[in-house]
């Protein structure tokens, strides 16, 4: 009975660390209504969003119908002369080629795109952090132990 509720317990672990893998997150914010994403990021889990839940904005949807994030971006703007915006979200596209996935918004021709870094691992469009590595590495452990 022991036994078998540990090989449930672990393979419910992988098959939980496998779906994950396909999902990455990032932070999704503007500066612009939310000071603490501009230049000077201040990381906060509540702006975090698991971009398998959602899809690619409206105006690149027809480039990239149900697709995946593949990455996170952090995009430059300037609507006003000097007041550069920042805005983080997921990013959906080829991250070797970021031409198509860092376009910018037709509908908004007075904003001028200043700039669009693109990262593939989780929460990179923020502060550096090893949490999700920490967190990992302890899971493993734990599984391991209890499964010895």
Do not use: W
């Not at 994403?37 to 949807?61: M, N």
Request: aromatic fraction near 8%; charge should be positive; include cysteine.
């Amino acid at each position: 009975m022991v036994s078998a509720l540990k090989c449930s317990l672990a393979v419910a672990v992988i098959i939980s660390l496998a779906c994950s893998a396909y999902a990455i997150k990032c932070y999704q914010c503007e500066s612009l209504t939310m000071p603490k994403c501009g230049l000077k990021f201040e990381s906060d889990d509540s702006l975090l969003i698991d971009c398998a839940r959602i899809g690619p904005p409206r105006y690149l949807q027809n480039f990239f119908p149900l697709r995946n994030a593949t990455g996170c971006m952090k995009k430059t703007l300037e609507s006003v002369v000097g007041h550069p915006q920042i805005v983080r979200s997921c990013y959906f596209g080829d991250v070797s080629n970021i031409q198509s996935g860092c376009q910018s918004d037709p509908s908004l021709p007075f904003v001028k795109q200043l700039g669009c870094d693109v990262c593939t691992k989780d929460e990179c469009n923020g502060s550096a952090t090893l949490a999700p590595i920490a967190g990992a590495i302890l899971l493993f452990f734990g599984v391991s132990r209890l499964l010895a």
